[in-house]
């Protein structure tokens, strides 16, 4: 059966917490004071990539971590950054990297009011797949693939593609789920668009690839996008959803949750998909929201490291 883990601190344990917080804050600041990962870039479908990445010499017997971050982030945002740091104060490799979202040398934000939206769901499998080999190149055999939000489902993906060797684990931090029905009635309260006129319309441009259609999509009530990342974020194919994703997963498997966040409810809805297989545990963080900040992302690292 699933393993549930509730990480639970009582209003008695208050006073912990904060002294606890202190030493993470104090722990931070030593951190950045000696953590050096360096800007990494390879090259991938005429695509310029980056990354950060810290390499320990001495770790290499144990799995580099991998980081990915959520929809459209990037990897100098504040979890995948935060990770990393305690990967390193852990002693253990790290490579945070950036999607490209099908922009060379992408090093901040998407933001749709300058960037076309070309950047398809599924284009991150091949970034994944190729960074791995990239580590490979470094000396790296062993992996665990820390994943965020809609990173989640990616990483997911990526694992249902490939089974890449070394992969030993999956950690995914509020994964992302998809319902065609939720997915549409989102889409058409927030911009008052039918859904399914504006898929017939991509479905029907002759050029799949180019932004050359305006239109609303995800967070952008106005952008360039491409066909080919419109479909790919409103059809049920490529497959989004984390729970089916994982459902027959044959490498342990942990998923995180906030109490404070909303998508949280979402995921356990769907959690009699994945319920019967041992190689998941869940685990609930409470007080966390979406984004995990400062000691719940301590928390969260702690209980992938205890189960390695």
């Not at 963080?285 to 702690?302: K, M, N, P, T, V």
Request: glycine letters at 4%; hydrophobic letters at 40%.
């Amino acid at each position: 059966m699933m393993r549930y883990a509730t990480l639970f601190v009582s209003e008695s344990t208050m006073l912990i917490r904060v002294a606890s917080l202190l030493c993470s804050v104090l722990a931070s600041l030593v951190m950045s004071s000696w953590v050096s990962a360096e800007p990494v870039q390879i090259r991938h479908d005429g695509l310029r990539l980056n990354a950060n990445y810290e390499n320990d010499d001495a770790a290499h017997e144990k799995p580099v971590m991998v980081i990915l971050h959520g929809t459209w982030m990037h990897h100098d945002t504040e979890l995948p950054t935060y990770l990393q740091d305690l990967a390193t104060y852990e002693g253990y490799s790290s490579l945070n990297l950036s999607l490209s979202l099908g922009i060379d040398d992408r090093k901040s934000f998407m933001n749709c009011e300058t960037m076309p939206v070309v950047g398809s769901h599924q284009q991150a499998v091949e970034e994944l797949k190729a960074w791995f080999d990239w580590l490979g190149t470094q000396g790296h055999t062993k992996f665990v693939l820390i994943a965020h939000s809609r990173g989640g489902a990616q990483a997911s993906l990526f694992y249902q593609t490939y089974h890449y060797p070394g992969l030993e684990r999956l950690a995914l931090i509020a994964p992302a789920t998809y319902e065609q029905a939720r997915v549409t009635k989102s889409f058409e309260n927030r911009y008052g668009k039918s859904l399914a006129e504006q898929v017939s319309l991509f479905q029907g441009l002759d050029n799949q690839v180019e932004p050359i259609t305006e239109a609303a999509v995800l967070y952008c009530t106005f952008a360039k996008v491409s066909a080919e990342a419109f479909l790919s974020y409103y059809l049920p194919t490529p497959n989004k959803h984390t729970p089916s994703l994982i459902a027959k997963i044959d490498i342990p498997t942990q998923i995180f949750l906030g109490s404070e966040d909303p998508l949280s409810d979402r995921l356990m809805e769907y959690q009699s998909e994945f319920i019967n297989n041992p190689l998941i545990s869940t685990h609930l963080i409470e007080g966390a929201d979406h984004f995990f900040r400062d000691l719940y992302s301590d928390e969260l690292f702690e209980a992938i490291l205890d189960d390695l």
